[in-house]
């Protein structure tokens, strides 16, 4: 069972409309969690990073959050772009090794 | 700055040929990672080298072999390839490791490998 849980699988939103993707975790003991960004054929790039003493952390339009007791965060986009179309995957990492466990990722559609 | 480049981007073997997946970093980074990615899943560790002169297996090591050339460099070999190991790779380098907080890891381009 995948460590990282994300949802929804998929959404289409209207361009200049919000949107909040979830990701929950079982990941234990945590050290950190972050966001991606995937561009179709390109690799993964950081959005946010966030430690277990932080619960909010910003990039621009993109607001991560996180609740270290629930084991969950969110990251919402503000007024979308056609550029956000992308598939945002949640990381978090162990704090005892070097590895990150990998949600499987939301893919976002903007449309116009 | 090159970031974390990969070579190829794109290739495609027949069934128990072998290939080796390159990967080098600019960064000066101790850490670098191999992943592959699948539909539907998250990327999945293959093999990772905490820092130069070491490597450990990652979730999904069966059928890989990876070796640490320097610190620049992280390769990935397939020595009989087979269709199951058609994805997409990425290589990842980090600056020292997940243990110290804060640190990001930074991914290449990928390398997508089909296998018929």
């Known amino acids: 069972k995948n460590q990282v849980e994300q949802s929804p699988q998929s959404l289409i939103i209207l361009e200049g409309k919000n949107c909040t993707l979830q990701?929950?975790?079982?990941?234990?003991?945590?050290?950190?969690l972050r966001w991606y960004k995937q561009d179709t054929g390109r690799g993964p790039v950081s959005l946010t990073i966030m430690t277990f003493s932080e619960n909010t952390k910003s990039n621009g339009r993109y607001t991560a959050t996180l609740d270290a007791d629930t084991k969950q965060s969110s990251l919402h986009i503000t007024a979308s772009q056609l550029s956000d179309s992308a598939s945002y995957i949640c990381v978090v990492s162990f704090a005892n090794d070097y590895k990150l466990s990998f949600g499987a990722g939301t893919t976002v559609t903007v449309r116009a | 700055n090159a970031g974390v480049t990969q070579t190829p981007k794109f290739q495609v073997l027949k069934t128990g040929q072998s290939m080796t997946l390159q990967c080098a970093q600019d960064m000066n980074h101790n850490s670098m990672y191999w992943y592959r990615q699948d539909p539907g899943m998250g990327l999945r560790l293959i093999y990772y080298s905490a820092s130069e002169g070491t490597t450990d297996k990652g979730e999904v090591p069966n059928g890989y072999n990876v070796s640490r050339l320097n610190k620049r460099e992280f390769s990935l070999r397939l020595e009989s390839a087979a269709p199951s190991q058609t994805s997409v790779y990425f290589c990842?380098?980090?600056?020292?490791?997940?243990?110290?907080?804060?640190?990001?890891?930074?991914f290449g381009q990928g390398t997508r490998l089909t296998v018929v």
């Open positions: 990701c929950n975790y079982t990941v234990s003991p945590f050290s950190n």
């Open positions: 990842a380098s980090s600056p020292r490791g997940d243990r110290v907080i804060g640190t990001e890891a930074f």
